[in-house]
């Protein structure tokens, strides 16, 4: 197969990627012992001249190139934009806690740069086989990074769950796919969906396909009942590895699910939809329920997500551009509150001690006023509190949902979100109102500080002006 130059300037962003992941790894190889900062900084060059790179191809034009298997659009340039830009906070957020820590290795970096390419893969997918690669490429990087640090127990024993479970759902996609195949003849998302439109009735076999592919999606998002492996992966991994894992690769899943769900399925919708509705309850309810019960930040947190997960599909269920763009601006804020989240438990830890206990976090307003308010702020955004971009968010999926006349299920989704904002103000009650269990000044060094910083002033900044992103999903969405 022959290819032309304007197809590889559709795939400049991937190319540069790999091409910088591999030089890194032989530079981390060579030179990695003597000069640890190194890979870090040239990591960090990577993705924002990929930023730059993606952000200049949003006004480009929807393209296919490779025989219709990767397609360029706006959509596709926004959500890489935004995954290179989270991963940096999330970089800088790593570099602190494995200082800190005595480990910094440049493979962490390596093997984070690999599964950001899958992420893009995924993004541009105009294929099942590439999705697959995509997702696979991905998935690959996270068991290794879930198992970086070796003498860990509970690492070893997250990332053996991860890798099962992993397994599991890549299996059951793989066979949906496989499914989807059989009953139309095509890879192609693009002619899936037309031999899908001309069809008089769906087979038994695409509706099983169908089963599951969402099966599989609600595996990756880690949606209720397929959530089994989220508490357990998010307290066991390294708090840089989980940090990683809950941020950027929910863009990912989502621009997968817009892949599948709405433009190579698009005239199912009104059997996905019933599929989503009951994922969504679920994950609402199950997610902020058993949060309450927690005591350590990071399986919290974990519940927390799933909760998340729940609202973000509400929009894609909506089944229209509103609800798009919605979950769009849904998926990009949240990866946003999560690293600043999971930023302040690396914040908190010591050099051989993770700060991943409530407790930590008490009377965290007497040891910094700053780094207390930055915390409320991600809280609040979390829980949804106007005036910070999490209301927003909320209040735009909602929208969407309301919009179709799926009254009942937004209340659903306002019932558990006032139960849910307990265990986030639980934790400004322990910043603000309980003693601190040490008189010990922090730590942190300045890159550090800017980083939360930013992370938090950009959660209260969106929320205050919110509009300007709203329109930009929209406007690549159309």
Same mark, same amino acid.
């Given at each position: 197969?022959?290819?032309?130059?304007?197809?590889?300037? +559709?795939?400049?962003?991937?190319?540069?990627?790999?091409?910088?992941?591999?030089?890194?790894?032989?530079?981390?190889?060579?030179?990695?012992?003597?000069?640890?900062?190194?890979?870090?900084? !040239?990591?960090?060059?990577?993705?924002?001249?990929?930023?730059?790179?993606?952000?200049?191809?949003?006004?480009?034009?929807?393209?296919?190139?490779?025989?219709?298997?990767?397609?360029?659009?706006?959509?596709?340039?926004?959500?890489?934009?935004?995954?290179?830009?989270?991963?940096?906070?999330?970089?800088?957020?790593?570099?602190?806690?494995?200082?800190?820590?005595?480990?910094?290795?440049?493979?962490?970096?390596?093997?984070?740069?690999?599964?950001?390419?899958?992420?893009?893969?995924?993004?541009?997918?105009?294929?099942?086989?590439?999705?697959?690669?995509?997702?696979? !490429?991905?998935?690959?990087?996270?068991?290794?990074?879930?198992?970086?640090?070796?003498?860990?127990?509970?690492?070893?024993?997250?990332?053996?769950?991860?890798?099962? !479970?992993?397994?599991?759902?890549?299996?059951?996609?793989?066979?949906?796919?496989?499914?989807?195949?059989?009953? +139309?003849?095509?890879?192609?998302?693009?002619?899936?969906?037309?031999?899908?439109?001309?069809?008089?009735?769906?087979?038994?076999?695409?509706?099983?396909?169908?089963?599951?592919?969402?099966?599989?999606?609600?595996?990756?998002?880690?949606?209720?009942?397929?959530?089994?492996?989220?508490?357990?992966?998010?307290?066991?991994?390294? +708090?840089?590895?989980?940090?990683?894992?809950?941020?950027?690769?929910?863009?990912?899943?989502?621009?997968?699910?817009?892949?599948?769900?709405?433009?190579?399925?698009?005239?199912?919708?009104?059997?996905?939809?019933?599929?989503?509705?009951?994922?969504?309850?679920?994950?609402?309810?199950?997610?902020?329920?058993?949060?309450?019960?927690?005591?350590?930040?990071?399986?919290?947190?974990?519940?927390?997500?799933?909760?998340?997960?729940?609202?973000?599909?509400?929009?894609?269920?909506?089944?229209?551009?509103?609800?798009?763009?919605?979950?769009?601006?849904?998926?990009?804020?949240?990866?946003?509150?999560?690293?600043?989240?999971?930023?302040?438990?690396?914040?908190?830890?010591?050099?051989?001690?993770?700060?991943?206990?409530?407790?930590?976090?008490?009377?965290?307003?007497?040891?910094?006023?700053?780094?207390?308010?930055?915390?409320?702020?991600?809280?609040?955004?979390?829980?949804?509190?106007?005036?910070?971009?999490?209301?927003?968010?909320? !209040?735009?999926?909602?929208?969407?949902?309301?919009?179709?006349?799926?009254?009942?299920?937004?209340?659903?989704?306002?019932?558990?979100?006032?139960?849910?904002?307990?265990?986030?103000?639980?934790?400004?009650?322990?910043?603000?109102?309980?003693?601190?269990?040490?008189?010990?000044?922090?730590?942190?060094?300045?890159?550090?500080?800017?980083?939360?910083?930013?992370?938090?002033?950009?959660?209260?900044?969106?929320?205050?002006?919110?509009?300007?992103?709203?329109?930009?999903?929209?406007?690549?969405?159309?």
């Amino acid at each position: 197969m022959q290819f032309s130059f304007s197809e590889l300037l +559709t795939l400049a962003p991937e190319l540069f990627v790999l091409t910088m992941a591999c030089a890194i790894l032989v530079v981390e190889a060579f030179v990695g012992r003597q000069r640890p900062q190194l890979s870090y900084a !040239l990591t960090q060059a990577t993705l924002l001249v990929a930023a730059v790179i993606s952000w200049s191809m949003l006004d480009t034009a929807r393209e296919l190139a490779f025989g219709g298997t990767f397609v360029h659009d706006p959509m596709a340039a926004l959500l890489k934009t935004s995954i290179f830009l989270i991963a940096v906070g999330a970089f800088v957020y790593a570099r602190s806690y494995h200082s800190s820590a005595g480990s910094l290795r440049g493979e962490y970096y390596v093997l984070g740069l690999f599964a950001i390419l899958g992420m893009m893969v995924m993004i541009s997918a105009h294929s099942l086989l590439t999705l697959y690669l995509g997702l696979e !490429l991905l998935s690959l990087s996270l068991y290794a990074m879930v198992a970086f640090d070796r003498d860990s127990s509970p690492a070893s024993e997250a990332a053996m769950k991860y890798f099962v !479970l992993g397994a599991l759902a890549s299996g059951m996609l793989l066979y949906g796919m496989s499914m989807l195949y059989g009953a +139309t003849g095509s890879l192609d998302l693009a002619a899936i969906a037309a031999a899908l439109a001309e069809a008089d009735e769906q087979s038994m076999v695409l509706i099983f396909g169908l089963c599951f592919m969402v099966v599989g999606l609600a595996f990756k998002f880690g949606a209720v009942p397929f959530h089994m492996w989220v508490p357990d992966v998010y307290h066991g991994a390294p +708090t840089p590895v989980t940090l990683f894992i809950g941020s950027a690769p929910k863009i990912a899943a989502f621009a997968m699910t817009m892949r599948l769900l709405v433009e190579a399925l698009g005239s199912l919708a009104a059997d996905w939809q019933g599929m989503l509705v009951i994922l969504v309850v679920l994950s609402l309810a199950l997610g902020n329920v058993i949060a309450i019960a927690q005591t350590n930040m990071k399986r919290m947190l974990a519940y927390s997500t799933i909760s998340h997960v729940g609202f973000l599909l509400l929009g894609i269920l909506a089944a229209t551009q509103a609800g798009y763009s919605a979950s769009m601006f849904y998926a990009i804020t949240y990866a946003l509150m999560a690293i600043g989240g999971f930023g302040m438990i690396i914040l908190l830890s010591r050099a051989g001690i993770e700060a991943d206990s409530l407790d930590d976090f008490k009377g965290l307003n007497e040891r910094s006023p700053w780094f207390a308010f930055m915390m409320l702020v991600l809280m609040f955004s979390m829980a949804g509190v106007p005036p910070t971009v999490g209301f927003y968010a909320k !209040l735009s999926v909602l929208q969407a949902v309301v919009d179709v006349d799926m009254i009942w299920l937004a209340l659903v989704a306002v019932f558990f979100s006032v139960i849910g904002a307990f265990y986030y103000i639980r934790i400004v009650k322990l910043m603000y109102f309980d003693k601190p269990e040490t008189e010990e000044p922090l730590q942190v060094n300045t890159d550090m500080q800017i980083a939360v910083s930013v992370n938090g002033l950009a959660v209260l900044g969106l929320g205050l002006f919110p509009g300007s992103l709203l329109a930009l999903c929209a406007s690549v969405l159309t």
